[in-house]
């Protein structure tokens, strides 16, 4: 039946088309030169145009992305979606704005959002090799940059603005926002504004996996699976951006706020894993009923986190037109986070009696809010030299950024850490003999991470008076607590070339190699406490080394202008890669293993329990990424619009040097697209064919398979008026498939949004 529903849509959407004009569109990247062709930049890139992003639905940045080759996204709800580039995740891959890092604390947990909104940019690039190596620090997996006009650098030429309104039915939630911009007496002005509210999203039934507790207890017999909806998913954002700049012969100079808050639902937290281990860990507390009380503690509990960003940013440009300096970029952005994550009681007095004048629960953590914390200021310069401009373009990049990350409160696991860090970069695009174009970067990254780590000592002291009284025994346990500082430098270099032949009107192929160098993060190195919402209690190494990637990759393309593909390969080696391992020991715990005896599993929990989460720790070794991405397709003229047919697919394999399976790959996938595009209509079919996932790391469970099905018209009509009303329709998950990311760490208490409905009205004028 679902085969079926697939190719009547194909078949039906083919035929609705209306007679319309076909414009030709260039897109350049703004992370070389803007008079470039996309065509002709040798690094493998996708850039998204706004356009496109204006028909979707209100979704997070690894959402918005997902469907392209090479590219997925690690999501905890509807909030937070991380994307990943060739199977690398967890801050290997750079979030920037304008070419600017955004300095949230994404990179301190798996259900911390990317702080981005997608709401009247330019485009999304994502950029890989020479020309990402001025831009990011460390990116092994690539750049995800997206582009808005809030500081415009060319003069309106008249006013305009637009107000919009969405509806989504998956969570019957709405967004409204509005835009205006205008040129005021040689000023440019912008501002934007979006509020959205959407609630708890439906899921299919039984798409949530429990645990085999959880189902022991016939309290339990009704779960979230058997009511259609995903508790906890809601998600609120408020998001405000104004700018103001100049512009003249000499350049341009801009300024420019940004504000957003954010509220979303956590739909899985630690405590949730405690509840597995309250029968074996109980009697450590003292307390036999731990499990049960623990359960009807936290049953009706919010757990949900605010976050509140400002930045201000200052760019420019000056153009110095001289003989060595043709011209420099400057910029600047200064950024305050704070990210808070609380409990809360969803039925009031029910359970607000339990709660009121306690300090902490039974597993030892307080249930006042955590806050995250990040203040970082980023300035630098590029200067682009003028000797051999029409042959080449040569870019030099220096750049300071300074972040404190802090995390305060109930369940912080880690100590401040301050870091700097200076880069400066080279790159160079020139042409060769024989149609060959190369392009070279270089960089020098220094970078100083310090802070300290707080280690918990046991010590116990036993006395005749106590006896055999387990509880006693507690009151004579002294925890010690010692402070150990580091202060760490990394100094590393990075490298980046690309050739590209141009064999002839419709053929060629780049090759390209990078030894990218990527220092330890702040929690890679301090991390030492709880991460609830892993389900872990995690240890960082302050003596680990940075990491580095050598990618070699090669890429045929074609097109001819009705047929159209390319190929590409890629071997990426990681030495020292960092990665998260789940202590053995626990691991076997879990799954109850007889073979353990009493004696060994009293002596396990008197020394490394950690309140039933399991313990892992940050540790390294050399790994292995390789894969291939293909697509091809064919372009139609048809009713004086363009109709492209396409098929893509993507696949990447991920294994240590001693032969186990990396966590947390992408299973390989199918891509289907059928779209069609005319002056005033646009639309997508898209399908998703995602193949399970079986080769696996430790610790992890395969993921079933799943096929996403999307659909998105838009369509633009000219009023009376003069000014244009756009309506966008689009429909996901059409077939209500049950869908997990595999790279998600929570992917079956998690699962994907189903079918969801959803209409946009802008009026643009």
Same mark, same amino acid.
């Given at each position: 039946?679902?085969?079926?529903?697939?190719?009547?849509?194909?078949?039906?959407?083919?035929?609705?088309?209306?007679?319309?004009?076909?414009?030709?569109?260039?897109?350049?990247?703004?992370?070389?030169?803007?008079?470039?062709?996309?065509?002709?930049?040798?690094?493998?890139?996708?850039?998204?145009?706004?356009?496109?992003?204006?028909?979707?639905?209100?979704?997070?940045?690894?959402?918005?992305?997902?469907?392209?080759?090479?590219?997925?996204?690690?999501?905890?709800?509807?909030?937070?979606?991380?994307?990943?580039?060739?199977?690398?995740?967890?801050?290997?891959?750079?979030?920037?704005?304008?070419?600017?890092?955004?300095?949230?604390?994404?990179?301190?947990?798996?259900?911390?959002?990317?702080?981005?909104?997608?709401?009247?940019?330019?485009?999304?690039?994502?950029?890989?090799?020479?020309?990402?190596?001025?831009?990011?620090?460390?990116?092994?997996?690539?750049?995800?940059?997206?582009?808005?006009?809030?500081?415009?650098?060319?003069?309106?030429?008249?006013?305009?603005?637009?107000?919009?309104?969405?509806?989504?039915?998956?969570?019957?939630?709405?967004?409204?926002?509005?835009?205006?911009?205008?040129?005021?007496?040689?000023?440019?002005?912008?501002?934007?504004?979006?509020?959205?509210?959407?609630?708890?999203?439906?899921?299919?039934?039984?798409?949530?996996?429990?645990?085999?507790?959880?189902?022991?207890?016939?309290?339990?017999?009704?779960?979230?699976?058997?009511?259609?909806?995903?508790?906890?998913?809601?998600?609120?954002?408020?998001?405000?951006?104004?700018?103001?700049?100049?512009?003249?012969?000499?350049?341009?100079?801009?300024?420019?706020?940004?504000?957003?808050?954010?509220?979303?639902?956590?739909?899985?937290?630690?405590?949730? #894993?405690? %509840?597995?281990? @309250?029968? $074996? /860990?109980? *009697? &450590? !507390?003292?307390? =036999?009923? +731990?499990?049960?009380?623990?359960?009807?503690?936290?049953?009706?509990?919010?757990?949900?986190?605010?976050?509140?960003?400002?930045?201000?940013?200052?760019?420019?440009?000056?153009?110095?037109?001289?003989?060595?300096?043709?011209?420099?970029?400057?910029?600047?952005?200064?950024?305050?986070?704070?990210?808070?994550?609380? #409990?809360? %009681?969803?039925? @009031?007095? $029910? /359970?607000? *009696? &339990? !709660?009121?004048? =306690?300090? +902490?629960?039974?597993?030892?953590?307080?249930?006042?809010?955590?806050?995250?914390?990040?203040?970082?200021?980023?300035?630098?310069?590029?200067?682009?030299?003028?000797?051999?401009?029409?042959?080449?373009?040569?870019?030099?990049?220096?750049?300071?950024?300074?972040?404190?990350?802090?995390?305060?409160?109930?369940?912080?696991?880690?100590?401040?850490?301050?870091? $700097?860090?200076?880069?400066?970069?080279?790159?160079?695009?020139?042409?060769?003999?024989?149609?060959?174009?190369?392009?070279?970067?270089?960089?020098?990254?220094?970078?100083?991470?310090?802070?300290?780590?707080?280690?918990?000592?046991?010590?116990?002291?036993?006395?005749?008076?106590?006896?055999?009284?387990?509880?006693?025994?507690?009151?004579?346990?002294?925890?010690?607590?010692?402070?150990?500082?580091?202060?760490?430098?990394?100094?590393?270099?990075?490298?980046?070339?690309?050739?590209?032949?141009?064999?002839?009107?419709?053929?060629?192929?780049?090759?390209?190699?990078?030894?990218?160098?990527?220092?330890?993060?702040?929690?890679?190195?301090?991390?030492?406490?709880?991460?609830?919402?892993?389900?872990?209690?995690?240890?960082?190494?302050?003596?680990?080394?940075?990491?580095?990637?050598?990618?070699?990759?090669?890429?045929?393309?074609?097109?001819?202008?009705?047929?159209?593909?390319?190929?590409?390969?890629?071997?990426?080696?990681?030495?020292?890669?960092?990665?998260?391992?789940?202590?053995?020991?626990?691991?076997?715990?879990?799954?109850?293993?007889?073979?353990?005896?009493?004696?060994?599993?009293?002596?396990?929990?008197?020394?490394?329990?950690?309140?039933?989460?399991?313990?892992?720790?940050?540790?390294?070794?050399?790994?292995?990424?390789?894969?291939?991405?293909?697509?091809?397709?064919?372009?139609?003229?048809?009713?004086?619009?363009?109709?492209?047919?396409?098929?893509?697919?993507?696949?990447?394999?991920?294994?240590?040097?001693?032969?186990?399976?990396?966590?947390?790959?992408?299973?390989?996938?199918?891509?289907?697209?059928?779209?069609?595009?005319?002056?005033?209509?646009?639309?997508?079919?898209?399908?998703?064919?995602?193949?399970?996932?079986?080769?696996?790391?430790?610790?992890?469970?395969?993921?079933?398979?799943?096929?996403?099905?999307?659909?998105?018209?838009?369509?633009?009509?000219?009023?009376?008026?003069?000014?244009?009303?756009?309506?966008?329709?689009?429909?996901?998950?059409?077939?209500?498939?049950?869908?997990?990311?595999?790279?998600?760490?929570?992917?079956?208490?998690?699962?994907?949004?189903?079918?969801?409905?959803?209409?946009?009205?802008?009026?643009?004028?």
């Amino acid at each position: 039946m679902k085969k079926i529903l697939i190719i009547s849509l194909f078949v039906s959407l083919t035929f609705i088309v209306e007679t319309q004009e076909v414009e030709e569109v260039v897109v350049t990247s703004s992370l070389t030169d803007e008079d470039r062709q996309l065509s002709e930049i040798g690094d493998p890139i996708h850039i998204v145009n706004g356009e496109e992003l204006g028909d979707t639905g209100t979704q997070s940045l690894g959402e918005s992305i997902d469907d392209l080759l090479g590219v997925s996204s690690v999501d905890y709800g509807a909030a937070v979606g991380q994307p990943a580039i060739r199977g690398l995740l967890d801050g290997r891959v750079k979030i920037l704005r304008n070419g600017l890092s955004v300095a949230d604390v994404a990179g301190m947990g798996a259900d911390h959002l990317n702080e981005v909104d997608l709401f009247n940019i330019r485009q999304i690039e994502i950029i890989r090799g020479p020309s990402s190596l001025l831009y990011a620090k460390g990116a092994l997996g690539g750049v995800v940059n997206i582009i808005d006009n809030t500081i415009s650098q060319k003069n309106f030429e008249e006013q305009a603005g637009g107000l919009g309104v969405e509806f989504q039915t998956v969570n019957e939630g709405d967004s409204k926002n509005f835009f205006y911009e205008n040129n005021v007496g040689g000023l440019n002005l912008t501002f934007s504004f979006k509020d959205s509210q959407f609630g708890n999203y439906d899921i299919p039934n039984g798409a949530i996996i429990h645990s085999e507790e959880e189902h022991e207890d016939e309290d339990h017999d009704e779960h979230e699976e058997d009511m259609g909806f995903l508790a906890n998913s809601d998600f609120g954002s408020t998001t405000s951006r104004f700018g103001v700049s100049r512009v003249g012969d000499w350049g341009y100079f801009g300024i420019s706020l940004e504000d957003q808050e954010t509220v979303y639902g956590i739909p899985f937290h630690g405590d949730d #894993h405690g %509840e597995e281990h @309250g029968d $074996e /860990h109980g *009697d &450590e !507390h003292g307390d =036999e009923d +731990h499990g049960d009380e623990h359960g009807d503690e936290h049953e009706g509990e919010r757990i949900y986190a605010f976050t509140d960003s400002q930045a201000v940013n200052l760019q420019g440009s000056f153009n110095v037109n001289g003989s060595l300096v043709n011209s420099v970029d400057y910029f600047f952005r200064d950024t305050e986070y704070a990210f808070s994550e609380q #409990h809360a %009681e969803e039925h @009031g007095d $029910e /359970h607000g *009696d &339990e !709660h009121e004048g =306690e300090d +902490h629960d039974d597993h030892g953590h307080e249930e006042g809010p955590t806050v995250f914390t990040n203040d970082a200021t980023e300035f630098g310069a590029i200067f682009d030299f003028a000797p051999f401009r029409n042959s080449h373009s040569a870019k030099v990049m220096v750049n300071f950024l300074e972040m404190d990350e802090a995390i305060v409160g109930a369940e912080a696991f880690m100590n401040p850490v301050q870091s $700097e860090e200076f880069n400066i970069g080279y790159y160079l695009g020139t042409d060769l003999p024989g149609d060959f174009d190369l392009d070279l970067g270089v960089r020098y990254d220094s970078v100083n991470r310090k802070g300290s780590i707080t280690e918990h000592h046991e010590e116990e002291h036993h006395d005749d008076d106590h006896g055999d009284e387990h509880g006693d025994e507690h009151e004579d346990e002294h925890h010690e607590m010692e402070e150990v500082f580091f202060d760490n430098t990394y100094e590393e270099y990075s490298f980046s070339a690309s050739l590209r032949k141009q064999i002839n009107d419709s053929m060629s192929f780049d090759v390209s190699f990078s030894s990218v160098a990527n220092a330890p993060s702040s929690t890679n190195l301090a991390m030492n406490g709880p991460h609830l919402a892993r389900g872990r209690f995690e240890t960082g190494d302050v003596n680990l080394d940075p990491e580095r990637g050598n990618n070699f990759e090669g890429t045929l393309f074609y097109d001819d202008g009705n047929f159209f593909g390319q190929f590409t390969a890629f071997q990426n080696s990681i030495s020292n890669y960092i990665y998260l391992q789940d202590e053995l020991e626990h691991m076997d715990e879990d799954h109850h293993d007889e073979d353990h005896g009493d004696e060994d599993h009293d002596e396990h929990e008197g020394h490394d329990d950690h309140g039933g989460l399991i313990h892992a720790d940050f540790l390294q070794q050399d790994a292995d990424f390789n894969g291939y991405e293909f697509e091809f397709g064919r372009r139609f003229i048809l009713a004086s619009g363009e109709l492209e047919l396409s098929f893509g697919r993507d696949v990447v394999n991920g294994e240590f040097s001693d032969g186990e399976n990396i966590p947390r790959i992408t299973p390989a996938r199918n891509l289907y697209s059928l779209s069609y595009v005319a002056s005033d209509l646009r639309l997508n079919l898209t399908l998703k064919d995602v193949e399970a996932q079986k080769e696996i790391g430790d610790g992890e469970t395969i993921t079933d398979g799943y096929k996403m099905l999307n659909l998105r018209v838009g369509k633009d009509y000219n009023l009376a008026s003069g000014n244009n009303l756009r309506v966008s329709l689009f429909a996901n998950n059409i077939l209500d498939e049950v869908a997990r990311n595999h790279a998600s760490y929570v992917k079956d208490q998690v699962p994907l949004p189903g079918l969801n409905f959803g209409v946009k009205f802008r009026l643009d004028f």
